[in-house]
Each structure stands twice: as C-alpha cells, then as structure tokens.
Nanobody, 115 residues
Framework: QVQLVESGGGLVQPGGSLRLSCAASESHVNFDSMGWYRQAPGKQRELVAMLTSGITTNYADSVKGRFTISRGNAKNTVTLQMNSLKPEDTAVYYC?????????WGQGTQVTVSS
C-alpha cells in the first residue's frame, strides 16, 4: 500500500512563504499525477496545484502567480512553494497521487496564515 507523507506546514504571517513537500513510500510506482488539495473549515476539499506526467502543471485560479508546484529531487516526490500567503490560504493541505489502479492521499498538513 502506497503511503504519502507530507511535511512543511506551519504558521506564517500574511505575505510570508512556506514550502510543502510530499514523498511516496514506494519509489518503483509510476504515478500519472501528483499534486496538492486543501480543505478549509466548513468548506469542500479543492484542488490547489497538480503536476501531470511530471511536466504539465495546473493551478487553482486563487493561487496562480503565488504558488509553484515542482518535482522533488527524488522520484515520487513533489513540492509546493507558496509565496505571498494570504489568510484565505489557511487550510489543511493534502498530497494526492493518482495511478491507473487508484488514488492516494496523505494525512494532511496544517497551514495557518495569520498575524
């Protein structure tokens, strides 16, 4: 069973930056896509950024120009660089990976943007 482990969440002031990382427990698996979703209190989980086939990126309109998704140095790792953070970015961020036989989720990491 593939596990996704996130790291890098925390508390940051508005305008600050955070970097999230996600690593899959299995390096021999080939994912079609890896990315990030988030869920704020009382809201549905939403797509933040997705990297497909290691090349194509897709971003939510609310984070375009501020967030950057990229592959990590190791296989099956993905990072999310978040700049110019706003209070409305506060949420639990979940790593997501999709393979033809299934979809995997991390446990989530809290990001809080507050002064």
């Amino acid at each position: 069973q593939v596990q996704l482990v996130e790291s890098g969440g925390g508390l940051v002031q508005p305008g600050g930056s955070l970097r999230l990382s996600c690593a899959a427990s299995e390096s021999h698996v080939n994912f079609d896509s890896m990315g990030w979703y988030r869920q704020a209190p009382g809201k549905q989980r939403e797509l933040v950024a997705m990297l497909t086939s290691g090349i194509t990126t897709n971003y939510a309109d609310s984070v375009k120009g501020r967030f950057t998704i990229s592959r990590g140095n190791a296989k099956n790792t993905v990072t999310l660089q978040m700049n110019s953070l706003k209070p409305e970015d506060t949420a639990v961020y979940y790593c997501n990976a999709v393979q033809y036989i299934g979809t995997y989720w991390g446990q989530g990491t809290q990001v809080t943007v507050s002064s």
